[in-house]
Nanobody, 125 residues
Framework: VQLQASGGGLVQAGGSLRLSCAASVRTWRTFDRYTLGWFRQAPGKEREFVAA????????DYADSVKGRFTISRDSAKSTMYLQMNSLRPEDTAVYYC????????????????WGQGTQVTVSS
């Protein structure tokens, strides 16, 4: 699976961005088999879990730091995952990565087999 992340940019605190992650898969059934996740990495910090979607979108999971502000979703017909980010804060500044795994959990980086290239999100105060 190849993943292509996009949608990052510079935004003021309180603003919104939507990230996209397009997956190269043969069919939507293949796409739906994967747990898809978003992670982020700020300078000097470890890559951390942000959100995940499983079972074709029937199950979602969020880090406490983004719960209520970010929404993860997926469009099987387009083989694309999204991360809608609202009420952005300067501490959300990081490179955001999308990833795919056949594991059901999906909170740990080690569980993911496929990674996109990352997209920079910068939130100014």
């Amino acid at each position: 699976v190849q993943l292509q992340a996009s949608g990052g940019g510079l935004v003021q605190a309180g603003g919104s961005l939507r990230l996209s992650c397009a997956a190269s898969v043969r069919t939507w059934r293949t796409f739906d088999r994967y747990t898809l996740g978003w992670f982020r990495q700020a300078p000097g910090k470890e890559r951390e879990f942000v959100a995940a979607t499983r079972w074709g979108g029937d199950s979602t999971d969020y880090a406490d730091s983004v719960k209520g502000r970010f929404t993860i979703s997926r469009d099987s017909a387009k083989s694309t995952m999204y991360l809608q980010m609202n009420s952005l804060r300067p501490e959300d500044t990081a490179v955001y990565y999308c990833a795919a795994t056949t594991a059901l959990s999906g909170r740990r980086t080690i569980e993911y087999d496929y990674w996109g290239q990352g997209t920079q999100v910068t939130v100014s105060s």
